[in-house]
T-cell receptor, first 110, second 113 residues
Framework: KAGVTQTPRYLIKTRGQQVTLSCSPISGHRSVSWYQQTPGQGLQFLFEYFSETQRNKGNFPGRFSGRQFSNSRSEMNVSTLELGDSALYLC?????????FGPGTRLTVL | QQQVKQSPQSLIVQKGGISIINCAYENTAFDYFPWYQQFPGKGPALLIA?????SEKKEGRFTISFNKSAKQFSLHIMDSQPGDSATYFCAASDMNRDDKIIFGKGTRLHILP
């Protein structure tokens, strides 16, 4: 099976803009989670979607949102970008207990 | 109570030595403890995982030791190799609640050749 894919891999935006990141899970996986990874904070959980419903949510402001489509593909959106949003955004799909990560999208906010 | 505390933050080990990374948790409902390995430019990859019904799990050179009463678990890398140089994350989750996985802050491991 193909692994988790994320697009784009790299993104440069300016403050105030919005961005949409995409994640395609492993075929058959219905759960998709999103994480923000920064050197100072490590891996921080954003949210998880299961069968198109948000099942868990981390402690991030409402500027961060997501959704999942019927084919399990997921998108996350960040509105009104801030400099502190610069990070590696990771998507992971799950089969039971096992979570598989994609390569991430490196977002730089200038 | 949801935290997973990981130590050390960074670790340098000679080739052939044993690398040991420790994690501690508070939530006694956690029942799944995975370790992830991340190389630069890549996403984390599941390395090995343990459930609390066993005290040790070994896969090749990687061993998880689990102490339920102390609420601690550790990763041991035997005969450490330069290719093991990466960042390692411990994590914990309550699988009965389909709850999110809580990650430690990571340990940057460097194996000297």
């Amino acid at each position: 099976k193909a692994g988790v894919t994320q697009t784009p891999r790299y993104l440069i935006k300016t403050r105030g803009q919005q961005v949409t990141l995409s994640c395609s899970p492993i075929s058959g996986h219905r759960s998709v989670s999103w994480y923000q990874q920064t050197p100072g904070q490590g891996l921080q959980f954003l949210f998880e979607y299961f069968s198109e419903t948000q099942r868990n949510k981390g402690n991030f402001p409402g500027r961060f949102s997501g959704r999942q489509f019927s084919n399990s593909r997921s998108e996350m959106n960040v509105s009104t970008l801030e400099l502190g949003d610069s990070a590696l955004y990771l998507c992971a799909s799950s089969e039971g207990w096992r979570q598989f990560f994609g390569p991430g999208t490196r977002l730089t906010v200038l | 109570q949801q935290q997973v505390k990981q130590s050390p933050q960074s670790l340098i080990v000679q080739k052939g030595g044993i690398s040991i990374i420790n994690c501690a948790y508070e939530n006694t409902a956690f029942d799944y403890f995975p370790w992830y390995q991340q190389f630069p430019g890549k996403g984390p990859a599941l390395l090995i995982a343990i459930r609390p019904d066993v005290s040790e799990k070994k896969e090749g050179r990687f061993t998880i030791s689990f102490n339920k009463s102390a609420k601690q678990f550790s990763l041991h890398i035997m005969d450490s190799q330069p290719g093991d140089s990466a960042t390692y994350f411990c994590a914990a989750s309550d699988m009965n609640r389909d709850d999110k996985i809580i990650f430690g802050k990571g340990t940057r491991l460097h194996i000297l050749p």
